[in-house]
């Protein structure tokens, strides 16, 4: 009976595993799928970056293809500072929705992305006006900081 009793355990706990393992990679999997909406902090990889920023293979002359300004905050999971100023760039996306658009980018997981911008430091933020060159800017700051930058630099009418 006992061994009916701990077979029957075992089967359950692996069914059980199973089902949760498949949820936890559906539930991975889903917010790739999702369109981001204005206000969002918008996750890009490499094929984004080509399609909606620069592409890089194309051509060496920078020629932005948004339609907004935007900044592409280069950072990575176990960065302190990069994860002091996550919640900031939250709060511009929403305060500048329709302005312009803000992406974040993986170190780890897009590394040809952070060495097209020489991402040796982190938290790296690429201010990408609608002509001329993107500037960079190291480090963390706080918002005023970052709201001047988008103000005088990415919205600034010439």
């Given at each position: 009976m006992k061994k009916i009793l701990t077979v029957a355990i075992l089967l359950f706990a692996s069914v059980l595993t199973y089902t949760c393992t498949d949820k936890a990679q559906a539930q991975q999997?889903?917010?790739?799928?999702?369109?981001?909406?204005?206000?969002?902090?918008?996750?890009?990889?490499?094929?984004?970056?080509?399609k909606d920023v620069f592409d890089y293979g194309k051509s060496q002359d920078w020629k932005y293809k948004g339609d907004k300004p935007a900044i592409i905050d280069l950072y990575a999971d176990w960065c302190g500072p990069c994860r002091m100023t996550a919640p900031i760039m939250k709060e511009l996306a929403k305060e500048y929705a329709g302005k312009i658009v803000i992406y974040?980018?993986?170190?780890?997981?897009?590394?040809?992305?952070?060495?097209?911008?020489?991402?040796?430091?982190?938290?790296?933020?690429?201010?990408?006006?609608?002509?001329?060159?993107?500037?960079?800017?190291?480090?963390?700051?706080?918002?005023?900081?970052?709201?001047?930058?988008?103000?005088?630099?990415?919205l600034k009418k010439k």
């Open positions: 999997k889903e917010p790739e799928k999702k369109e981001a909406k204005s206000g969002e902090v918008i996750v890009m990889n490499k094929d984004m970056f080509i974040k980018v993986n170190v780890d997981k897009e590394r040809e992305l952070a060495a097209l911008f020489n991402a040796s430091s982190i938290p790296l933020f690429v201010f990408i006006p609608m002509e001329g060159e993107p500037q960079l800017f190291r480090g963390a700051a706080d918002k005023a900081t970052y709201q001047k930058a988008i103000e005088d630099f990415l």
